[in-house]
Each structure stands twice: as structure tokens, then as C-alpha cells.
């Protein structure tokens, strides 16, 4: 896949917007609102490895956090059809993301690439991961013969996954990430200064007190509400899986020419 050039932000914004990775998106409001009213009531497979208590039982308090850092409609009456993501909050968490990114390439910082959504967001990380490398921060092997939820936890183009019968799992699940968290340290590796991930991967790795970068779409919203209360370090929000992956390269590669790193170079 060739180097495209970076977009502006409104080059970006109109990408976006154009592709359905962000404005009106295809997850419908009455799944998102679903979700919201699932993690109120305390189904932690929708808290994404986050510990989120009692402090979320309000569905509304959900939905008001969605519409502020997501750009879902803020009207609790919207019940069902269409729902949004602000482009604008899309770009501004990249932006967040880059700063964190330039830091971990001028530190060399440790840094663990992961995802629970390979069929959406793989050549994203994938990129990232290589733009890391290049720059000399050390991207953590994830440990041999870790296991979880029935499956593995393998790594790709120096991306972490899991996998069951062969093949590459879109999971939600916290799980893999706690197996690479707490295997480290029993091999003698330190924990990741940085993570960048999505799902249950990017939650946990929070709740751990790593540095966290997430990607997120409006039905996940405990990746927001963790940024919210300052345990997630930046949220992107974003449709996690768009009908082309190669939507994505454009926001990548605004990504990472604000991170000062260079144009995309996957490794797949």
C-alpha cells in the first residue's frame, strides 16, 4: 500500500464525513442507547475491563457523556432511527492521540499496540505500530502460549489479537490484555508506557494505570466515560468498522503527521 499524504483537518473532516466514519453513522440510535442502558445497569461485558462501580446507573448520565465527548444526539426522546458522530470530536482526539504518540517516539517509549476489531481497525494499528518502530520505540512482544476466553493471544504486524481456531476474533473482551499485563512482569518485562488499542484491550489496559489511547464507537461508551473520568488517557470516537477498511488511511496518516512520524508503512 503506497504513502498517501496527510489532509488538512478540513480534508479530513469532509473524508469522514463522506465515508460515514463519523456523521451519521451506520449503528442505529437504538442499539447505541441499548448498550448505554446495559452498562447502567452494571453488564460489565459492556464496561470494556473498566471499573466503572456505581457510578454510571443512570443511563441519562450515559448518554449526556455520549453526546458532550462522542457527538450522539443529546435528546433522551430520539429513540430510534440515525444516529451521529461529530467529526469535529473525531479530529480532536487524533490530535490528542499525536501529542501522546510524539512524546512515546522522543522518550522511546515502550509501547503495545492492540485490537479487539481486526476486520476494522487492523492497518490502523498496524501502521501506528510501524511508525513507532521506525522511530525507535520499543513495540512489546507479547509473551508465547498466553491464553484466554477459549482462544490465544497472538501478534501480527506488531499488533496483538486474539485468535480462536485459527483465526482473527473481533471480541470486546478485557481478557487478552490482562493475560499480556500480568504475564510481563512474571518474564521480567516491564508494563508499556504507552497503549494504543480499542475494545477491552485499550479499557483494561487502562484500568492497569497505563497511558491509554482508544478508539471507540458510539455504541461502546465505556471507552468515553473512562476518558471522562480521567482513567483512559484519549478517546477517539470513530464507526469502528466501515464497509472499506482503506477508509481509515487518510485518518492515519493525519494521525501520524501530527505526531511528527511518518506517512503510513504497514507491515501487512
Partial sequence: MPTIAAPSRSELIE??????????????????????????????????????????????DVLAVMA?????????????????????????????????????????????????????????????????????????RVPLG??????????????????RGATLWHTHSPQPMAEILTALPQEGEELPDLVIADHGWAGCAAQFGVETVGYADCNDPALFLGENEGTLSVCVPLDDHVINPRFYEPMTAYLLDAAGLAGPSPLV
Fill in 146 to 163: 498466553l491464553t484466554a476466553d477459549e482462544g490465544v493471544v497472538a501478534q501480527l504486524a506488531g499488533v496483538a489479537m486474539y485468535e
Fill in 68 to 140: 458532550e465527548r462522542c457527538g450522539v444526539d443529546e435528546d433522551p426522546e430520539h429513540r430510534q432511527g440515525q444516529d451521529t458522530i461529530d467529526p469535529e470530536l473525531t479530529v480532536d482526539g487524533l490530535d490528542r492521540a499525536a501529542a501522546l504518540l510524539r512524546k512515546a517516539a522522543q522518550d522511546r517509549q515502550r509501547v503495545l499496540v492492540a485490537t479487539g476489531h481486526p476486520g476494522g481497525l487492523l492497518d490502523v494499528h498496524a501502521q501506528t505500530a510501524a511508525a513507532l518502530s521506525a522511530v525507535g520505540c520499543d513495540l512489546v
Fill in 15 to 60: 473524508h469522514l464525513l463522506r465515508t460515514r466514519i463519523a456523521g451519521e453513522v451506520a449503528t442505529p440510535r437504538e442499539n447505541n442507547l441499548a448498550h448505554y442502558r446495559e452498562l447502567a445497569n452494571g453488564n460489565r461485558y459492556y464496561w470494556l475491563g473498566l471499573e466503572l462501580g456505581d457510578r454510571w446507573s443512570d443511563e441519562q
